[in-house]
T-cell receptor
Framework: GENVEQHPSTLSVQEGDSAVIKCTYS??????FPWYKQELGKGPQLIID?????GEKKDQRIAVTLNKTAKHFSLHITETQPEDSAVYFC???????????????FGQGTTLQVKP | SAVISQKPSRDICQRGTSLTIQCQVD?????MFWYRQQPGQSLTLIAT?????????ESGFVIDKFPISRPNLTFSTLTVSNMSPEDSSIYLC?????????????FGPGTRLTVT
């Protein structure tokens, strides 16, 4: 089955710097890759996602890149702010046959700290 | 997206007892899922809640321990049965709104369970 590895486990940056979180997946049939932000005491919030037929997607200060050949995808946050501090999770949804199961397989999470 | 509520938001329970967690969505959804997040860990899928039929459980999770109901397109319950301290976790429901073909998935705020 699908396995998602996420690095680093913790990341500390100065306000205004960029942050990059990387994930690799094992199942080449996976075709959808979301990123979630989880603040303390809250449920995960979908912040950006990418499909396997797209190489890059941007939404203001957040971008995601996908390399299907290498089976890895990354989250890029530019001009970081203290409110970006949270735990970030990558995930993948594998296909079963031709069906999208909707079952999210999560990475281990990255705790991002943005220092003012 | 959808507005998702969970009840209770947190509870402290005695070992050997059971707790039923409710997940309510403000609009009809196609898929509903239940996840577990152990302290400081990532999210693990427990089961897919199927409307009007038995839930589909992931490896390591069984119906006797985690019975799930989904009587309609906006509501589901997860029961944690015969609890032990190892069941102390955050339990999260997630949903896929209509038309998103098993992709964009949104999470509820979670139920924080402590078993003593």
């Amino acid at each position: 089955g699908e396995n998602v590895e996420q690095h680093p486990s913790t990341l500390s940056v100065q306000e205004g710097d960029s942050a990059v979180i990387k994930c690799t997946y094992s199942d080449s049939a996976s075709n959808y890759f979301p990123w979630y932000k989880q603040e303390l005491g809250k449920g995960p919030q979908l912040i950006i996602d990418i499909r396997s037929n797209v190489g890059e997607k941007k939404d203001q200060r957040i971008a995601v890149t996908l390399n299907k050949t290498a089976k890895h995808f990354s989250l890029h946050i530019t001009e970081t702010q203290p409110e970006d501090s949270a735990v970030y999770f990558c995930a993948a949804i594998p296909l079963v046959g031709s069906s999208n199961t909707g079952k999210l397989i999560f990475g281990q999470g990255t705790t991002l700290q943005v220092k003012p | 997206s959808a507005v998702i509520s969970q009840k209770p938001s947190r509870d402290i329970c005695q070992r050997g007892t059971s707790l039923t967690i409710q997940c309510q969505v403000d609009s009809q959804v196609t898929m509903m899922f239940w996840y577990r997040q152990q302290p400081g860990q990532s999210l693990t899928l427990i089961a897919t809640a199927n409307q009007g039929s038995e839930a589909t459980y992931e490896s390591g999770f069984v119906i006797d321990k985690f019975p799930i109901s989904r009587p309609n397109l906006t509501f589901s319950t997860l029961t944690v049965s015969n609890m032990s301290p190892e069941d102390s976790s955050i339990y999260l429901c997630s949903v896929v709104p209509w038309g998103l073909a098993g992709r964009k998935q949104y999470f509820g705020p979670g139920t924080r369970l402590t078993v003593t």
